[in-house]
């Protein structure tokens, strides 16, 4: 079931988190909550994955799930704490901004498990025991979106690619060592062009740095990290270029977004709720989903962009998922 805004769903909530207390302690259903960025869901992004995630696990494992958003870290905070007050057993966060209030939240309430998605739990200040980190195989992602991109641009005759990161971070790091070698294993003598916005910066700061790799040559350039892949995409859907999206999917922003959702967070969300019912979520650990688990994929694909290049990439998803390289 999803919620409005945090602001005005917290109002909601005990009444509703009663019923689901009455009834489990006559074996209702496992609640499981999630918090995701405000607007995410309607929007785009990982948030809208992991709410897709979490449906999935509604209707595969049985269990009551509830979605809020929060716009702010205190709202993502007081969300948390208000799922996890009110019986829900495992509480769900998406992206690293949500990585302090989830650790806080976690210490708080040592019975209840949390998962934050995107979030290796050694991030996660004084590594609570009941917080599972829950990130992906990022060089897998991102030899999948080089690869995919290098295809492209040399389909338009380029010979550039261009990757745009948010913070500096050694996830990122690992993102863009694959995305290099993916677009050289597509296309040998492709050039990489890469620039990284820094902490704090917004999504205007990433477009602007897109634009500029598409005025140096790029046809196609990747946006890593949430709200810094909004503005690449915007950047490249404004200049007519290719845009992927490394960490979620933004239907909204039309068919210049080549690919987006590599790094499947719905995955990430059901493998959290998975254990969770089955007894066997342990937290204080980091749990890395492959593509061979399903948490790296292609994802959706432009209608534009070309078959040949789709079904290439397709195969060297297959081959990451057999652990071949």
């Known amino acids: ?79 948390l704490s208000d799922l996890a007050a009110h019986g829900f057993g495992l509480v769900v966060a998406v992206g690293s901004e949500a990585a302090r209030p989830l650790a806080d939240a976690a210490r708080r309430f040592p019975q209840t498990s949390f998962a934050a998605v995107g979030v290796d739990s050694r991030g996660l200040a004084g590594r609570p025991r009941n917080a599972l980190g829950l990130v992906f195989a990022w060089q897998q992602a991102g030899y999948l979106a080089g690869y995919l991109a290098a295809l492209a641009e040399r389909r338009l005759g380029g010979t550039a690619v ?72 915007e950047a490249a859907r404004a200049r007519r270029a290719w845009g992927i999206a490394a960490d979620g999917d933004w239907p909204g922003l039309g068919p210049t977004v ?33 593509a061979a688990q399903g948490g790296v994929r292609l994802g959706a694909v432009s209608p534009r962009a070309a078959r040949a290049d789709v079904r290439a990439a397709q195969r060297v998803e297959r081959r990451l998922a057999a652990g071949r390289p």
């Open 258 to 290: 080549l690919a987006s959702g590599l790094e499947r967070a719905d995955t990430a969300v059901l493998a959290a709720a998975r254990a969770f019912v089955r007894g066997s979520f342990r937290g204080g650990r980091t749990l890395v989903l492959d």
């Open 1 to 79: 079931m999803r919620l409005p805004a945090a602001a005005a769903v917290l109002a909601l909530l005990a009444a509703a988190a009663l019923a689901g207390r009455a009834g489990g302690a006559g074996g209702a259903a496992p609640q499981v909550g999630l918090v995701v960025p405000e607007g995410a869901i309607e929007h785009g992004g990982a948030g809208r994955l992991a709410y897709e995630g979490l449906r999935r696990a509604e209707l595969e494992l049985g269990v009551s799930g509830r979605v809020l958003e929060a716009g702010s870290a205190a709202e993502t905070s007081r969300a």
């Open 162 to 233: 261009g990757a745009v990161g948010g913070e500096r971070t050694p996830a990122l790091a690992r993102v863009l060592a694959g995305y290099r070698a993916g677009a050289r294993a597509a296309a040998r003598r492709v050039r990489v062009l890469v620039d990284v916005a820094g902490e704090g910066a917004g999504r205007g700061r990433c477009r602007a740095l897109a634009r500029a790799q598409i005025g140096r040559g790029a046809g196609v350039v990747l946006g890593v990290d949430g709200r810094c892949a909004l503005g690449v995409l």
